[in-house]
């Protein structure tokens, strides 16, 4: 069999535009003598679209464009994935009866599974967990054998084409060491000839990694190839933007992989296979660990296309002179011209002369535009204003007077730059201004509401301090080839430089430990079996915190006491699951690259901070003056 795999750019809620992209795709595989081309899972409507789903009209130009994909099906199979609709049923929340399917249309005619009930292949198991929500929206085929009083392993069968009988999945079918059903042995049990996995599956680092090892054990056990058709492009659900890179891959019957490349672009891969042989690769590729690079090729392709989405022709970027905003500026200067990018320095009294000359060199390194412009006035302009203001009732009495603390004080130096002067700036600019928070300050909420962490999207946010560094040398060393980002930068104590205890020339700066904090962050962001003080206290306790948390050097030499490294402890935590919320959910939105990246990928309610009981009786046993000393 002659078999292509079309790894298409999806555009999410535009049918018609991914329609006109596939139909000339199946006119030149049909010219060239293709038995089989395979697309995407979702490849008309796309995936992550919200509550789309709920607009009947929506639906029937889905069904529409999927007709007319039946109808170019002539001489040539086409495998894709549609929204199925059975316009006589309803789901469980009262709309129209819609399945995740796959569609494979033959000679002008679609074909199901011989014992369906649909001519279509419906999803078994749907994804509940991080970015997916499958179930509000689509009916499963276990849901769907309870309703038909039939077996589910009944309706799990291959599709008999004119040229083999394909065992056709989607996505999570094939992930299913969590499920109490295997989709894909259940089709290796029914004779399949050829497994096909259409998949919308968004970028993660190392999940490519992960799904070649699983998948190829699949392909070697089951003895037969396996096809795995996934496509590229950006969708979001709001708060969290995914990329999705391809990396559509075929597995021959020992193993071996292959993929299609580059990431993130489209593309296509031709092979020959073998009906019902063993076959094997000529050359299968050695598997591998994604790195800093593979983030950066992320980074900068959901950069680029959500600005094509939100249209965004110039950007602004405040520059501190500091390693996260210098990474921004470099990034976006790898997307636009340099008349194009505006980086801004926006120092107050308390910046120092080391941190506005890197800003300028990060300016000259990268050709670009570049101004500097204080904020002593503004910030004067608002102290005037606000300290020492009276305040009473409509009646005049209970009056008192205001007074900005430091503190205060801080945060409208923060405001004042990003609320009035950003904001300003990228409106007489004609463009937009970034936000450049990195992971551990979005955890802990160390950034001001309305100041920087204002901004269009947040492409830094789901990394950790110290990967933004790895990303800073990536630049300069590979994307670049020379120093953009001054060598000074990197040596830098990151410093807010907001009040004289954050004077960078006398090493003074963020109240954060990033090599430790990034470590015990992670714990309790990303780790699958989340952390909580109570799991770290426990650890601490028992001398195997560094390695629990992968912490290279000594938490003994950062807090001496269990004191010190309580206070620390819930100092954090208390902001994690406190006001570092509530800055999340206003925060721009994420562009994701790692797993539970902050939005709707780590979904989350303001629930206050909260600590177990076993914490509090470990803690209490920890500070007992016996145990202190």
């Known amino acids: 069999m002659k078999i292509r795999l079309a790894q298409i750019e999806v555009r999410p809620g535009r049918p018609r535009e991914n329609t006109a992209r596939m139909l000339p795709l199946i006119a030149d595989a049909r010219q060239a003598g293709i038995d089989i081309i395979v697309f995407p899972e979702m490849a008309i409507p796309g995936y992550l679209i919200g509550d789309e789903w709920e607009r009947s009209a929506f639906l029937r130009e889905c069904e529409r464009c999927g007709e007319q994909v039946r109808q170019a099906a002539a001489g040539i199979t086409v495998i894709f994935g549609n929204v199925g609709l059975d316009w006589k049923r309803r789901n469980e929340d009262g709309r129209v009866r819609k399945y995740n399917a796959l569609f494979v249309a033959e000679d002008g005619h679609f074909i199901g599974p011989a014992a369906g009930p649909y001519p279509f292949v419906i999803k078994t198991l749907l994804p509940n967990y991080r970015e997916f929500d499958d179930s509000r929206h689509f009916c499963d085929l276990r849901k769907l054998a309870l309703e038909e009083h039939r077996e589910l392993r009944d309706l799990i069968a291959p599709v008999r084409s004119r040229h083999a009988l394909l065992g056709c999945l989607l996505c999570e079918d094939a992930w299913d060491m969590d499920y109490a059903i295997a989709p894909l042995s259940v089709l290796g ?11 919308a599956s968004p970028f993660t680092l190392n ?32 708060k969290t933007v995914f990329t999705f890179d391809g990396a559509s891959c075929v597995y021959d019957s020992h193993g071996g992989h292959l993929e299609c490349r580059p990431a993130f672009a489209e593309g296509i891969l031709t092979l020959d296979i073998p009906r019902g042989a063993p076959w094997r690769l000529p050359q299968p590729l050695a598997l591998r660990e994604d790195n800093i690079g593979d983030a950066a090729d992320a980074l900068l392709y959901g950069t680029r296309r959500f600005m094509d989405l939100c249209g965004v022709e110039r950007v602004v970027v405040g520059v501190s002179g500091g390693v996260d905003s210098a990474v921004v500026a470099a990034l976006y200067r790898r997307l636009l011209p340099p008349e194009n990018l505006l980086v801004v320095n926006l120092p107050s009294r308390f910046n120092s002369r080391t941190t506005r000359s890197l800003a300028h060199q990060l300016a000259g390194h990268l050709e670009c535009l570049y101004a500097e412009l204080p904020i002593e006035d503004s ?51 004609g463009g937009v201004f970034t936000c450049n928070a990195n992971k551990s300050e979005l955890t802990v909420g160390y950034t001001t509401l309305y100041g920087d962490l204002g901004g269009y999207l947040a492409n830094l946010a789901d990394l950790w301090k110290m990967e933004v560094y790895a990303l800073a040398a990536h630049l300069n060393e590979r994307l670049f080839g020379r120093v953009v980002i001054p060598p000074g930068t990197l040596a830098l104590t990151p410093s807010a430089e907001l009040s004289p205890a954050q004077n960078v020339d006398e090493g003074k700066g963020d109240p954060l430990i990033y090599p430790y904090h990034d470590q015990l962050f992670r714990c309790w962001v990303e780790r699958w079996d989340r952390a909580t003080p109570e799991e770290v206290l426990t650890w601490y306790r028992d001398g195997s915190l560094e390695r629990e948390i992968g912490y290279g050097g ?70 007992a003056p016996s145990t202190a000393s």
């Open 207 to 238: 999940k490519n990694h992960k799904r070649n090892r699983v998948f190829a054990a699949h392909a070697a056990r089951l003895g037969r190839p396996l096809l795995y058709v996934n496509h590229t492009g950006i969708q979001n659900n709001g």
């Open 379 to 429: 910030v004067a302009l608002t102290r005037r204003q606000l300290d020492g203001l009276a305040v009473c009732r409509a009646d005049g009495t209970h009056a008192r007077r205001l007074e900005l603390s430091d503190l205060a004080l801080e945060n409208v130096q923060a405001r004042d730059r990003s609320a009035r002067l950003l904001a300003g700036l990228a409106a007489a600019f």
């Open 554 to 623: 000594r938490v003994g030499d950062l807090f001496p006491t269990p004191a010190a490294f309580i206070a620390d402890l819930e100092r954090w935590w208390t902001l994690y699951q406190g006001m570092g919320v509530a800055k999340r959910i206003q925060a721009p939105p994420i562009l994701a690259v790692k797993k539970r990246a902050f939005g709707f990928d780590h979904r989350e309610s303001q629930m206050g901070p909260r600590y177990s009981e076993p914490y509090d009786a470990l803690k209490a046993c920890l500070l």
């Open 189 to 199: 049990e029914s004779g399949a000839d050829l497994f096909i996995n259409i998949s």
